[in-house]
């Protein structure tokens, strides 16, 4: 299998047959095996429907049904897993995205990127309550993640199989999978993409997407970084803590010696004290992180780095 289209569906029953249509045309144009895996994501409507019906007429559809509706990162992750083909593109079902972007993705991956992401330069949808959030998001996750791709948001992205194979999506990280790949060593670059407005059922997403997709990168980068190493984040921390809680305990106790304030008199004990016991906290947290880290990785045989080639060895 070459070629894999995954398309996470939430309430697009109007959508899918015309969608369909489009998608056909560019890849049976490409001469290679290719698949549609679609993921219904516990849509309320007819979109299950539609589906099967495609599915019964088109042996390249593919469909995965959820039981109820688990998110589009759910969906996406499912329809990864399920997939086959070498290269995978998600994409949206909604008809914003242009499947003749697919030749575009193609010829980035076969000039040797191994993540090609979707920029929607144009963006067809309304500035306040979609691009504005938009905008600010990606703006953080450049910053934070130092992958400075300009739409981490945009779905209609391209993975090569070994990439993206063994990266486990929770809440909204489908979107970080790019900075994922970047800080294993993969080759990511960006390529404007077309981007039409939507014709057909309501959009599922809204400011309150962007706070979550914030919450979303601590646990990103905190994984990135300090997965192997927790004591070094929460005991840092809690050296910070400690030692600011030693100070102000010494600036109190030097007050009541120079009679310039009585101890009750100033709430630096009370800041000391918890100071201190936060500090304390923080540095047991981090050694309770370590020994959850080294028993995640040593029940499962498995290793704290990723070897990319070897060279003389044998299996």
């Known amino acids: 299998m070459k070629l894999s289209i995954v398309l996470p569906i939430y309430n697009e029953e109007e959508n899918l047959r015309l969608l369909y249509d489009q998608l056909i045309s560019p890849l049976n144009k490409l001469g290679e095996k290719y698949e549609i895996v679609c993921v219904n994501d516990g849509s309320s409507d007819n979109s299950w429907g539609?589906?099967?019906?495609?599915?019964s007429q088109d042996s390249n559809v593919k469909v995965v049904n959820f039981k109820n509706n688990f998110g589009?990162?759910?969906?996406?992750?499912?329809?990864?897993?399920?997939?086959?083909g070498e290269i995978i593109i998600p994409m949206d079902a909604d008809l914003q995205n242009d499947p003749?972007?697919?030749?575009?993705?193609?010829?980035?991956?076969?000039?040797?990127?191994?993540?090609?992401?979707?920029?929607?330069?144009?963006?067809q949808d309304t500035l306040i309550s979609r691009k504005l959030p938009s905008w600010i998001a990606n703006w953080i996750i450049g910053k934070i993640t130092g992958v400075k791709i300009h739409d981490y948001g945009c779905?209609?992205?391209?993975?090569?199989?070994?990439?993206?194979?063994?990266?486990?999506?929770?809440g909204?990280?489908?979107?970080?999978?790019?900075?994922?790949?970047?800080?294993?060593?993969?080759?990511v670059t960006e390529?404007?993409?077309?981007?039409?407005?939507?014709?057909?059922?309501?959009?599922?997403?809204?400011?309150?997407?962007?706070?979550?997709?914030?919450?979303?990168?601590?646990?990103?980068?905190?994984?990135?970084v300090y997965m192997n190493r927790p004591i070094h984040f929460f005991g840092g921390l809690g050296?910070?803590?400690?030692?600011?809680?030693?100070?102000?305990?010494?600036m109190a106790v030097l007050l009541r010696i120079f009679e310039i304030k009585y101890i009750v008199e100033t709430p630096l004990p009370t800041l000391s004290a918890l100071l201190v016991i936060v500090g304390v906290q923080l540095i047991a947290m981090g050694i309770l992180a370590e020994m959850i880290m080294r028993t995640y990785y040593e029940s499962q045989h498995k290793e704290p780095y990723i070897i990319k080639d070897k060279i003389n060895f044998t299996d």
Do not use: C
């Open 172 to 187: 909204e990280m489908h979107r970080f999978i790019p900075a994922y790949a970047s800080w294993q060593g993969a080759k």
């Open 100 to 123: 003749a972007d697919i030749y575009k993705f193609l010829e980035k991956i076969n000039e040797g990127f191994d993540v090609v992401s979707g920029w929607r330069k144009n963006r």
């Open 50 to 55: 539609v589906l099967k019906d495609l599915a």
């Open 239 to 250: 050296f910070m803590s400690l030692f600011l809680g030693i100070v102000i305990g010494i």
């Open 72 to 84: 589009q990162t759910a969906a996406m992750s499912a329809g990864i897993k399920f997939s086959q």
């Open 191 to 224: 390529i404007v993409v077309n981007h039409h407005p939507r014709i057909h059922g309501q959009t599922k997403y809204g400011l309150g997407r962007t706070f979550k997709v914030v919450l979303d990168l601590i646990v990103v980068k905190f994984l990135s």
């Open 155 to 170: 779905s209609m992205k391209a993975y090569k199989r070994e990439i993206i194979k063994d990266v486990n999506l929770y």
